[in-house]
DNA sequence: GTGAAAGCGCTAACAC
DNA sequence: GTGTTAGCGCTTTCAC
């Protein structure tokens, strides 16, 4: 039992062909179905490597054929609630072609970026599907000079040459605002995550699209932004309460704002829907469980996720020549934090 | 300008050595600072290498050395809420000691999880962090035969020779049934998940644990056994109610559990805290936003990704030698759900 | 201190 | 159909 002494991982094609009495070419062309082998050959060596639990050693093949069979995938936080199913569509798209994917989180900070960006140059990665950061000028400059495949996914990044997977964001703001117009809202805050990201540019696009078209007013002191996060919506609804404005609706720049928003004026005893009608934009899972559920733009980020993959598959493999952009469709859900009268769940 | 022609990713360690005038042992040792290099040599290699815009192959280290520096980390759903800090914890320890992660979902399903597992195999990945699905028995033995590091995460696995890093299941599922028991309660349902699974079945341990130290009889018509998931804990409660039986108390073996038992309550217009109390178990972050919100049993999930990771690098060099088991304590987090007095946020 | 050369496990000409 | 062989880019003995 001389191949128990040894690691399934340290049999290599080499074992394989002197066990089967053949040459490693040949081992090799039946390991990757390339035909051209007779048959008894064929199955004498799959015969051995049953046998011996032969391993093949994609370390060495990418190294040969140049193609690790692995991606990058760069986003800010995984525990941010917009990103998991995002992640799990490119995971699952992925796993389908037979790519790896290493996961990188940023917490949006260029410099971290910039190591994984490395990193994974270093690791030789076919492509990368890449979530920006609030400053990734100089990333995506590096990203675009390497050459090697790129998605961009959610945020789009002007002036770069690559493709883009995004939501239709003024629509989905327009939508939301034109919601709370609907429902007689005449003073309609907008708490906006980072202008710095085409989804917080285009989303104010949107809202102001929306006001224009209902001939309402656009009042600056409505408008407040900040960050996608739930303590960035807290602290604008604040100052907004503060500030003596009056409100009778808030279009939130996503889920995690919105509840932000709902907490605040639950703290100081203003009504939702009642008093304020808030609609927020993702439609992360808590939408529907939050108290009031919350009317929301939503996203399909896992169809998106899964979209960015295939593309960058087919750019890997040449299918795809040239860059494309994938817009998804928003869609309102309509609950309860909106004041709406029919609501669905 | 020849070295525009090519990409950056095409520049070897021969191409340095050639335009600095130096072997490629003697770039070799420099860039992995092996030292005995004089210091005209170093700076004039340096030099070159950024000129150049070399970027280190790591798939040809990776063969030569046979070490990856990546590891896979095997979760059934990134998309349960669970899992993403569980997932950032890894991920966080990983990069700082160099490791890439290769994420897999198993959606719990055997199969899934095989296909996975010797995907990695032929990555070469250097170890594994590894949450089981209910019936990896077969999965274990192949990872346990590979000889590869192994730690696995939240879930243990009986007669597994591996790591394992857990939270103290049957501690927190008492400290939640006492709870419960010290605010009055006198019929505690219990809303688990699968028996098949350590946390599961430690969970029921505690639960009986709690209601033999203060006297109460063990009802097996509030037991019911079902998944870690929503729908399930919808279902639990339905039934529960259907069945008549009295119950002032439920607790639930996750958060997902509780919310889906307390959706199901008010459906019946049973009030939450007033006519039964809740507890759960994880502290997911809607546990904090849901209304009500849950009392729940907190697990340290973050960090202990963070330690399966650091535990898995330490046997990977070799540091660690024998397997260990690290365990961390649960804590009560006192919310509304439970009807508590004193409620904390 | 530095360089020459072998070889990690594989693929793909090329030869027969 | 099958085998021989040259390298993919790197690390590391071994010799000088």
Not at 42 to 51: A, G, I, N
Not at 196 to 209: D, F, H, P, Q, T
């Amino acid at each position: 039992m001389e191949n128990n002494k040894q690691e399934s991982r340290d049999i290599t094609i080499k074992d394989v062909a002197q066990e089967a009495n053949v040459s490693i070419a040949t081992v090799s062309r039946i390991l990757n179905g390339k035909g051209g082998v007779s048959l008894a050959l064929t199955k004498r060596v799959q015969e051995v490597v049953k046998q011996l639990k032969y391993q093949p050693n994609n370390v060495a093949r990418a190294l040969k054929i140049k193609e690790s069979r692995s991606i990058g995938l760069i986003i800010p936080d995984i525990e941010n609630p917009f990103f998991p199913a995002l992640v799990r569509g490119v995971e699952d798209a992925a796993q389908r072609h037979d790519y790896a994917v290493i996961l990188c989180n940023t917490d949006g900070r260029v410099e971290e970026e910039k190591k994984y960006i490395e990193f994974l140059f270093s690791k030789r990665v076919d492509g990368m599907v890449f979530t920006e950061s609030l400053d990734s000028k100089n990333n995506i400059a590096l990203l675009a000079s390497s050459g090697i495949p790129i998605v961009l996914l959610d945020r789009r990044v002007e002036g770069m040459q690559a493709s883009a997977v995004v939501t239709d964001n003024q629509l989905g703001a327009f939508m939301a605002t034109e919601h709370l117009i609907q429902l007689g809202k005449k003073n309609i805050a907008f708490l906006n995550g980072s202008l710095k990201l085409s989804s917080g540019a285009e989303r104010a696009n949107g809202y102001r699209e929306a006001l224009t078209k209902y001939k309402l007013a656009y009042k600056e002191q409505l408008v407040i932004n900040g960050a996608f996060t739930y303590d960035s919506g807290y602290e604008a609804t604040e100052m907004l309460v503060r500030s003596g404005q009056k409100f009778d609706g808030i279009f939130a720049s996503n889920d995690m704002i919105a509840i932000g928003a709902i907490e605040c004026l639950a703290k100081h005893n203003i009504k939702v829907p009642e008093d304020v009608g808030v609609v927020g934009f993702d439609d992360i899972r808590m939408a529907t469980w939050y108290k009031p559920a919350l009317t929301t733009i939503r996203q399909p980020v896992y169809d998106m996720g899964k979209c960015a993959m295939n593309i960058l598959v087919e750019q890997i493999s040449g299918v795809r020549e040239k860059y494309c952009e994938q817009i998804f469709m928003p869609e309102l859900i309509i609950r309860k934090s909106s004041g709406a009268k029919e609501v669905g769940k």
